[in-house]
């Protein structure tokens, strides 16, 4: 069964780079879509984009434009890892910031969750 | 993009009481609409997707329906700890949307 987790800094000043891992555990990084998801504080969900590997670090990936000009994913096959960076942020980025695997079988849908990992954006 | 909207925002409910949430998309996502429980803290759980087939492990008390712009979640009978957020989600097109949520509270 996989099981994800998130980890990385949780404070992140403005103008500079959020940067976030989630490993995978119990499950292959090769063998399935990922997804990051986030959610500020009291308010909804926001898909950021997804990454799957295709052959290099870089993967195949599909961004939300909203986020497309900041944001970038990448897979590291060795530690079964995947990776968020987020730059230029501000204090609407503040947000708890989810990975999940986005399965494509059928019908598509997020599942499983990491438990998220709340990161601020403050001086 | 795709507009999720979700009715009603929050619903009180008793122990026992039939809920239903409607969610509705700005275009037709045929049956690409997927269910999230979300409690306090915790990440959202997925409980239905394709809009009607249930997740392996929940409740038969869940169950989904609907297709094209309208869908439904219902709980048969709410139990204790069924109080929570609830979002829709399309998974028709990217960028991948969400309802703004419905919170089900105790009466």
Redesign the interface.
């Known amino acids: 069964q996989v099981q994800l987790q998130e980890s990385g800094p949780g404070l992140v000043k403005p103008s500079e780079t959020l940067s976030l891992t989630c490993n995978v555990s119990g499950g292959s990084i090769r063998s399935n879509y990922w997804s990051w998801i986030r959610q500020p504080p009291g308010k909804?969900?926001?898909?950021i984009g997804y990454i799957y590997y295709s052959g290099s670090s870089s993967g195949s990936t599909?961004y939300?434009?909203?986020l497309k000009s900041r944001v970038t994913m990448s897979v590291d096959t060795s530690k079964n890892q995947f990776s968020l960076k987020l730059s230029s942020v501000t204090a609407a980025d503040t947000a708890v910031y989810?990975c999940a695997a986005y399965d494509t079988s059928?019908?598509?849908?997020?599942?499983?969750?990491?438990?998220?990992t709340l990161v601020t954006v403050s001086s | 993009?795709i507009q999720m909207t979700q009715s009603p925002s929050s619903l009180s409910a008793s122990v026992g009481d039939r809920v239903t949430i409607t969610c509705r998309a700005s275009q037709s996502i045929i049956?690409?609409?997927?269910w999230?429980q979300q409690k306090p803290g915790?990440?959202?759980?997925?409980l239905i997707?394709?809009?009607s087939?249930l997740?392996s492990g929940v409740p038969s008390r869940f169950s989904g329906s609907g297709s094209g712009t309208d869908f439904t979640l219902t709980i048969s009978s709410l139990q204790p700890e069924d109080f929570a957020t609830y979002?829709c989600?399309q998974?028709y097109s990217?960028?991948?949307?969400?309802?703004?949520?419905t919170k089900v509270d105790i009466k």
């Open positions: 909804g969900l926001e898909w599909n939300n434009p909203s989810y059928s019908y598509n849908w997020f599942d499983p969750w990491g438990q998220g | 993009d049956s690409y609409l997927n999230y915790k990440a959202p759980k997925l997707y394709g809009a087939s997740q979002y989600q998974s990217a960028p991948f949307t969400f309802g703004p949520g």
